[in-house]
């Protein structure tokens, strides 16, 4: 996480605003939690602790850097407000099915044994 905020420091300077720093960091902060919580994923790891905190880092990671993202998009092109609101809420909706896939297939797996 300090490699990404030097990284974001150095961007900023070097595009000379200062303000570029936060979304930026979010970011790339994102990308790392997103790729960490595909690292853990939980097809390799049986134990319950290691799918709870895959998914933690995926959908947080996600949302980050999708914020970040909204962010530079809404500086670049500003004016487009609600259709970044609308891409934020489809994100939540998406994760939400997506993250509860492997309980609508099957079941709760602590139940059955």
């Known amino acids: 996480m300090l490699i990404a905020f030097a990284v974001a420091v150095l961007i900023a300077w ?6 570029l720093v936060i979304p ?3 970011v790339e ?7 960490l919580g595909i690292v853990i994923s939980p097809k390799e790891a049986g134990i319950p602790r290691q799918k709870m905190d895959a998914y933690y880092y995926a959908f947080w990671g ?3 850097g999708l914020l970040g993202a909204i962010w530079l998009l ?14 934020f ?9 997506v ?3 492997p309980r609508l ?7 059955r044994q």
Do not use: H
């Open 99 to 101: 993250l509860s896939l």
């Open 14 to 19: 070097w595009a000379a605003d200062w303000w």
């Open 74 to 87: 809404n500086r670049q092109y500003p004016g487009n407000v609600p259709l970044l609101v609308v891409l």
């Open 62 to 64: 996600g949302t980050l």
């Open 89 to 97: 809420i489809v994100w939540l909706g998406g994760i939400a099915v």
């Open 24 to 26: 930026v960091f979010m």
């Open 29 to 35: 902060a994102g990308v790392f939690y997103l790729v």
């Open 105 to 111: 297939r099957g079941g709760n797996q602590t139940i």
